[in-house]
């Protein structure tokens, strides 16, 4: 008879973890949950854009970095891939 029980016990336990494990934790379930996601999103979306500096400095050394030098020239380097293929010939 404890047998039984046990199996029943483990059965219910085991039910109880599926469900948890398998339930919708989509951003669909809270407003709240939601408007977190898209703050999210659009914060890394914000990071992603930011473009990168590339200069050299006085050693001649090549640096990039996310803030431009103030005493040398730099390239402005757009993170953001170029639509399309391009295709270079010369190689």
Known sequence: MRAAW????????????????GRD?????SPEARQRAE???AAQ??????????????AGNLQVTD???QDRPYERI??????????????
């Open 6 to 21: 046990a199996i029943l016990a483990g059965l219910a336990v085991g039910g109880g973890v599926a469900w948890w494990l």
């Open 25 to 29: 934790a989509s951003p669909r379930s």
């Open 39 to 41: 703050r999210a999103a």
């Open 45 to 58: 979306t914000e990071d992603a854009l930011r473009p990168l500096y590339r200069w050299r400095d006085a």
């Open 67 to 69: 803030a431009p030098p």
């Open 78 to 91: 757009a993170r953001e891939p170029e639509p399309g293929i391009r295709i270079e010939s010369g190689r």
